[in-house]
T-cell receptor, first 115, second 113 residues
């Protein structure tokens, strides 16, 4: 089954404790992206990656890091989480070959609470 | 700044009536346009997209969207609403020659039985 998986699905942590949210896709997609969803703000893009070892900032990259060492994986790293990073996070992937249309497949989401 | 606007936080429609969820955008060049739907406690699902060609695009679950270049709009429509259409709808745009994706804030659609 084609899918994007994220782990963990729920996470409660404390300020300053480094964490990683994993994302994996099994569709051989080139493009992967992280978003955060906040009430009243919709989805905002954090980082995206066009392919292995190619990453770029979205609209809200501050406080986040990513890496793309393998095509299927795109982990999101919060080195020193703060309460304002409490949010619902989504990973997404798409084929770069789809006429450039970047129709995305989304993971189920990770609800992060930073206290 | 490039942006996407969904002017209505919530839209209420009676079952069986036509529905419209509005989206306007402000980006340079000719963008790629998308609609996604989010059901409670789920990720987003792709509904439809506009790349080029016919201004009326048909998608999943009977939805369609009309691209209007002069008004920079991409409104989502359905001729006859179902209660099961109740969800959160997002408009998104990929600006021309850009790899970023910009989402609107979302519109919650309530279909009343």
């Amino acid at each position: 089954e084609a899918q994007v998986t994220q782990n963990p699905r729920y996470l409660i942590t404390v300020t300053g404790k480094k964490l990683t949210v994993t994302c994996s896709q099994n569709m051989n997609h080139e493009y992967m992206s992280w978003y955060r969803q906040d009430p009243g703000l919709g989805l905002r893009q954090i980082y995206y990656s066009m392919n292995v070892e190619v990453t770029d900032k979205g609209d809200v990259p501050e406080g986040y890091k990513v890496s793309r060492k393998e095509k299927r994986n795109f982990p999101l790293i919060l080195e020193s989480p703060s309460p304002n990073q409490t949010s619902l996070y989504f990973c997404a992937s798409s084929s770069r070959l789809a006429g450039g249309s970047y129709e995305q497949y989304f993971g189920p989401g990770t609800r992060l609470t930073v206290t | 700044a490039q942006s996407v606007a969904q002017p209505e936080d919530q839209v209420n429609v009676a079952e069986g009536n036509p529905l419209t969820v509005k989206c306007t955008y402000s980006v340079s060049g000719n963008p790629y346009l998308f609609w996604y739907v989010q059901y409670p406690n789920r990720g987003l699902q792709f509904l439809l997209k506009y790349i080029t060609g016919d201004n009326l695009v048909k998608g999943s679950y009977g939805f369609e969207a009309e691209f209007n270049k002069s008004q920079t709009s991409f409104h989502l429509k359905k001729p006859s609403a179902l209660v099961s259409d109740s969800a959160l709808y997002f408009c998104a745009v990929r600006p021309y020659r850009d790899d970023k994706i910009i989402f609107g804030k979302g519109t919650r659609l309530h279909i009343l039985p």
